[in-house]
């Protein structure tokens, strides 16, 4: 700590000057998404919002346009693909994926010192795009899954057997 100030004072810096180039002096002032908005029609799944609401909705745009884009953003992709699978559960369903990465930029402020710099940071965030298609789609490229066959009548699907619950024997005496 002596060896770090004598440096301080030779280069002329003082202790709070030294001390203040942290993060705390800084103030996020600006976001800027780097990517296009989605349509109305698209379901933007957020990371806070209810799963059953955009399986609703989703459902509703199924009924009225035969297909439905959901997608989600950094946190929000796996509501996005829960959401894809419990409308796939429901329903035989034609799904095409894409995945992509979104650049989002931070500008940080200096909140009281004037003597540093403004800081942009660039960050890369996931993110998925998932299509449900009720028809068939012409164009399969990659991502495209078909849907799955719920059952056959000749080979029922076996499901896992339920555990019952734990009641312990009682002991003799």
């Known amino acids: 700590l002596l060896y770090n100030k004598i440096i301080l004072r030779l280069c002329h810096v003082t202790d709070e000057q030294s001390m203040n180039t942290g993060m705390e002096n800084y103030e996020k002032k600006e976001v800027i998404k780097n990517f296009k908005v989605a349509d109305k029609d698209v379901v933007k799944c957020s990371q806070h919002g209810k799963l059953h609401g955009f399986v609703h909705f989703s459902k509703k745009q199924l009924n009225e346009k035969r297909s439905v884009t959901i997608s989600g953003i950094g946190g929000a992709v796996n ?51 998932i299509k449900l298609d009720i028809e068939e789609p012409t164009e399969k490229g990659a991502g495209y899954q078909p849907p799955e066959l719920t059952s056959s009548p000749d080979k029922p699907i076996s499901r896992q057997p339920k555990f019952k619950k734990f009641n312990p024997k009682p002991k003799r005496k």
């Open 79 to 129: 509501k996005a693909v829960s959401t894809a699978e419990l409308l796939k559960k429901d329903l035989d369903l034609h799904q095409t994926n894409t995945i992509y990465f979104v650049t989002i930029t931070e500008i940080w402020t200096p909140k009281n010192n004037q003597n540093l710099q403004n800081i942009e940071v660039d960050r890369k965030v996931p993110a998925i795009s």
